[in-house]
């Protein structure tokens, strides 16, 4: 579990709106199985498109959203908006994880 603020460390943002100092306890680019706590990657794939999926990753207890391509009303979680979210998922697991890569 790390907080939001490191975790997006070195993530191009365009904007933030909520509290970067909640704690997240998984990251998931599947709404299937988001649970309380974690931070939700909505990604394009082959096939389908994650931001179809963002308010069933909401439902699921997201407590936080990374997405590219979507228009939010009032959340009462954080929104977090960067150009390429398939860069930032690779980011922010890696953050998540301490940079293993680094090690």
Known sequence: MKKLKDIIYGVDLDSIKG?????IKSIEFDSRKVVDGSLFVAVKGE????????????????????????SFGEEKITTIKTPNTRKALSIVTSNFYDNPSKK
């Open 19 to 23: 509290d970067t100092s909640i704690i």
């Open 47 to 70: 096939n389908a498109d994650g931001h179809t999926f963002i308010n069933k990753a909401i439902e699921n207890g997201a407590s936080a959203i990374i997405y590219n391509d979507h």
